[in-house]
């Protein structure tokens, strides 16, 4: 089975960049300037500075930073030091910009929230995936992103060693319990495996308008729902809130019923539970956790003397 696509450092990830940068330069200037930084230095200064991580964890973002320089449209030069997806280390700098003070001011709260954020994401996905060590199971984020940051924040756990679940709405079918209740009849839920056929069978007509490969999951809160759904065939069943046990069983019906479906487990996923998710034998865990509980990773710019050059 195919999986879904992995966000890179494109263009379609350039232009959702330079969207968010455009918001957060009308954020801090509004239709003015940076009145303190005019007021107090000459427009002339030249500098250099560079990004230190003030604690160790996963680089992200360094990528996109390219773009956030060049929305500001600054007269500031970037040497990259580090890479994306590479430890961090604390206080060793992982990039340098020099050129007109004044632009480094202006750019430098809106450069550090980006990278605070990606770093934070990338260095949480590592612990999970330091977890799965020795395991065949991989964990994948959600659609529990921050409104905007979809792209920057699935990029960040990819950088932090994790996968890409699906991107929206748009890239597949993902059926679960509010479509069963709110696709039956007379207030009866359509079956699990009714909808799973229906899913399979649209997807058919639809190939050319979607986005490859059209993966169709489906959602089961019980065993027989599985039981009813694996003879289907589509290509992931997530288990949800299921407890170990329960996963136990699953993967045992999976291996009778229908081998080549793939097992998800979501739900009730924390790094002290994932490792013996991933002894069960499934394949994919998955959890919102990954973006919506990082913390900002503690990055600064300091400053260089550059007097004596």
């Excluded at 792209?151 to 069963?180: P, Q, S, W």
């Excluded at 209740?181 to 899913?199: C, D, F, R, W, Y």
């Excluded at 490969?213 to 992931?236: A, K, M, S, Y």
């Excluded at 913390?295 to 003397?305: E, F, K, Q, S």
Aim: net charge negative; with cysteine; glycine share 10%.
């Amino acid at each position: 089975m195919s999986d879904y696509a992995t966000v890179t450092a494109d263009a379609t990830l350039e232009n959702n960049v330079r969207l968010l940068v455009r918001l957060a330069i009308a954020e801090d200037l509004g239709d003015a300037i940076d009145w303190t930084s005019v007021c107090l230095i000459e427009d002339d200064v030249e500098g250099a500075c560079q990004i230190v991580p003030r604690q160790p964890g996963v680089c992200a973002g360094l990528a996109v930073l390219p773009w956030i320089v060049d929305e500001f449209d600054a007269d500031l030069e970037l040497e990259v030091l580090g890479q994306d997806g590479g430890p961090l280390v604390a206080g060793q700098p992982i990039a340098t910009l020099r050129g007109n003070v004044r632009d480094m001011l202006t750019s430098e709260r809106t450069i550090l929230n980006v990278m605070c954020r990606l770093c934070g994401v990338a260095t949480l996905v590592k612990t999970y995936v330091d977890a799965l060590e020795g395991s065949k199971a991989a964990v994948y984020d959600t659609r529990k992103t921050t409104p905007g940051w979809r792209l920057l924040e699935k990029y960040a756990v990819t950088c932090g060693g994790g996968r890409n679940h699906r991107r929206g709405l748009y890239d597949g079918f993902l059926i679960k319990d509010n479509h069963l209740q709110l696709g039956g009849i007379n207030g009866v839920p359509m079956p699990s495996g009714t909808a799973a056929e229906k899913a399979i069978q649209w997807r058919g007509g639809q190939l050319d308008r979607m986005t490859a490969p059209g993966i169709v999951e489906i959602e089961v809160d019980t065993l027989e729902q599985l039981r009813n759904v694996l003879p289907v065939g589509p290509d992931i069943v997530l288990l949800d809130n299921f407890d170990l046990d329960r996963i136990r069983q699953a993967v045992q019906l999976r291996a009778e019923l229908n081998p080549n479906v793939q097992l998800e487990v979501s739900g009730n996923v924390t790094i002290a539970t994932i490792a013996e998710i991933a002894a069960t034998g499934v394949e994919r865990i998955s959890s919102g956790a990954l973006t919506h509980q990082a913390t900002w990773l503690d990055l600064g710019l300091d400053w260089l003397d550059t007097s004596a050059t």
